[in-house]
Nanobody, 124 residues
Framework: QVQLVESGGGLVQAGGSLRLSCAAS????????MGWFRQAPGKEREFVAA????????TYADSVKGRFTASRDNSKNTVYLQMNSLKPEDTAVYHC?????????????????WGQGTQVTVSS
């Protein structure tokens, strides 16, 4: 079992930045990739970014490409999402997720473990 804990959310003005963290508990050897997803009120959960746990392969949603950067620190069992040039439409609860099966994916149903989420609110 892998437990994930997100942190770093908050309230920021448009154009500002936040960095989200996601700390994974033990058994990280079973993780193939980590994903970031977000869900705004009344909307479906959407993919934001995914990063391979043991190497630098990263993919982003078009809506955040060039503004968000995913990274990882394996020594700390932690992944990060640096969010710059934030927009009001980025407002959502952000979740990190871990995937065991060997394939990168943007589909939330293919992720096995989920964190509780952290709220990001961007004011205009």
């Amino acid at each position: 079992q892998v437990q994930l804990v997100e942190s770093g959310g908050g309230l920021v003005q448009a154009g500002g930045s936040l960095r989200l963290s996601c700390a994974a508990s033990a058994r990280t050897f079973s993780i193939y990739a980590m994903g970031w997803f977000r869900q705004a009120p009344g909307k479906e959960r959407e993919f934001v970014a995914a990063i391979k746990w043991t190497a630098g392969w990263i993919t982003y949603a078009d809506s955040v490409k060039g503004r968000f950067t995913a990274s990882r620190d394996n020594s700390k069992n932690t992944v990060y999402l640096q969010m710059n040039s934030l927009k009001p439409e980025d407002t959502a609860v952000y979740h990190c997720a871990a995937k065991r099966s060997v394939a990168m994916s943007t589909r939330s149903e293919e992720y096995d473990y989920w964190g509780q989420g952290t709220q990001v609110t961007v004011s205009s």
